[in-house]
């Protein structure tokens, strides 16, 4: 069984027309097909507007598919009877971090995703305690959330995702409104957690970000133009610009300095140049 299957999934949001009435507005998806292997690190991009956090939120059955179909799991996210099922499995992490916290205080913000799943206070408290050291909040646990910075509170909204024992984690955007700093630790935080087994599916707009996945799903107006490698997709020029996206920074600093396509990151254009 695959982890998180897609199949033929549209959405169809409902607009108000000039009389009132609720009519059918565009396809946000239009009859896109995947699957997400468990342990993955995926990354979706495309540009404003072309379906990703539409997509992110079919993933754990916030959105409900006008037509097609997603199980985690094997778990239908249409059928409430499983819904905690499958959002138990899958987190979600979003742009905004002042929008995710719901507590004024850091570790009670923790704890709302386990005690509302009903699980046991001693636990709660295990759960919270490990979820904060993990993205090095743990000092902080007694603070007021309004006191830390952007960085700290997108970290703590990672922190509440992983005190639910997720084994998938879908990120929208988390380092959008962040400095330098924050996202960098934010980053860091995401590949950790992959290399502990959490899959991770990552929407960015950031291609230095995606650059970091396995695997990169680009959309385009609610189709999938294409899904491969980021070394298949950042040395395909044609691509990228057909997706209306930019190159990353060091492929497009790669070119103006005249040097060789096989250069692919940072580290291999340092090596090259010292050699030379
Ligand atoms: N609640 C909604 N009601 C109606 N239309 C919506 C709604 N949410 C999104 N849309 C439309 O669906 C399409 C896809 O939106 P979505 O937010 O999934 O894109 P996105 O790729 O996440 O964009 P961005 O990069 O700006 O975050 C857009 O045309 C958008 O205007
Ligand atoms: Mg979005």
Partial sequence: MKFIEVRDLTIEYTRIDADGKEVPGKKALDGISLDIEKGSFVAVIGMNGSGKSTLAKCLNGLLVPSAGRVAVEGFDTASEEHIWD???????????????????????????????????P???????????????????????????????????????AIAMKP???????????????????????????????????LITHFMTEAEQ?????????????????????FSDREMIEKAGLEMPPVIALRDKAGLPESLMSAEDIAEYVNKR
């Fill in 213 to 233: 996945a396995d695997r990169v799903i680009v959309l385009k107006k609610g189709k999938i133009l294409c899904d491969r490698t980021p070394a298949e997709l």
């Fill in 167 to 201: 084994d998938c984690i879908v990120f929208d955007e988390p380092t959008a409104m962040l400095d330098p700093k924050g996202r960098a630790s934010v980053m860091e935080i995401i590949k950790d957690l992959n290399t502990e087994g959490i899959t991770c599916i």
């Fill in 122 to 160: 001693a636990e709660i408290r295990r759960r919270v305690d490990n979820a904060l050291r993990r993205v090095g909040m743990y000092e902080k646990k007694d603070k007021g959330a309004h006191m830390l910075s952007g960085g700290q509170k997108q970290r703590v909204a990672i922190a509440g």
């Fill in 86 to 120: 499958i959002r138990s499995r899958v987190g979600m992490v979003f742009q905004n971090p002042d929008n995710q916290l719901v507590s004024s205080i850091v570790e009670d913000d923790v704890a709302f995703g386990p005690e509302n799943l009903g699980i046991e």
